[in-house]
């Protein structure tokens, strides 16, 4: 492998990495929903974050499918594939706040096993370019879990 890595467990970690780049692609397509459809007294608030957020994810699916690229695969492109293999499952019409907010923690929390289990995949691979990304996305979700979770005062 060019970048150095032992082949086998690139493939693998890159497999974990397109389990990710699904669930990103559902979450994204959920958040927008909850942007567009966001009803009620909170929704400029709302409709801002969510915005931010979608943002945010848009960067992060392109990151995650650049590193799929550089561990030597193909990144998962199409609908049917995220569906199939999204922990985060789609989800319409919601233009409840309170609901659009608690499927955004729940969707934070599994990416975050997700997450986790490929920071562990890639240190025992010595991927540190992969552990680095995992790392700051694992930081910056934890950060927006106690946000969110602060909103609805959790």
Same mark, same amino acid.
């Given at each position: ?51 931010? &957020?979608?943002? @945010?994810?848009?960067? /992060? =699916? ?5 590193? !799929? *690229?550089? %561990? ?30 608690? &499927?955004?923690? @729940?969707?934070?929390? /599994? =990416? ?5 289990? !490929? *920071?562990? %995949? ?33």
């Amino acid at each position: 492998m060019a970048i150095g890595l032992d082949e086998t467990k690139s493939q693998a970690l890159a497999g974990k990495m397109n389990a990710l780049l699904a669930a990103y692609q559902i979450f994204y397509m959920n958040v927008r929903g909850f942007h567009w459809n966001i009803k009620g007294d909170k929704f400029f608030e709302l409709h801002v974050k969510f915005e931010e &957020l979608y943002t @945010d994810l848009l960067v /992060k =699916i392109d990151e995650v499918a650049e590193r !799929i *690229l550089t %561990l030597g695969v193909t990144p998962l492109h199409t609908f049917d594939d995220y569906s199939r293999e999204s922990v985060v499952k789609t989800v319409n019409n919601v233009s409840s706040g309170t609901e659009a907010v608690n &499927l955004v923690l @729940d969707a934070f929390r /599994k =990416i975050l096993i997700l997450e986790r289990e !490929i *920071l562990g %995949l890639s240190a025992e691979t010595g991927d540190e370019g992969t552990n680095a990304l995992m790392s700051d996305y694992i930081r910056e979700k934890e950060k927006l879990v106690w946000m969110y979770s602060a909103y609805l005062g959790k």
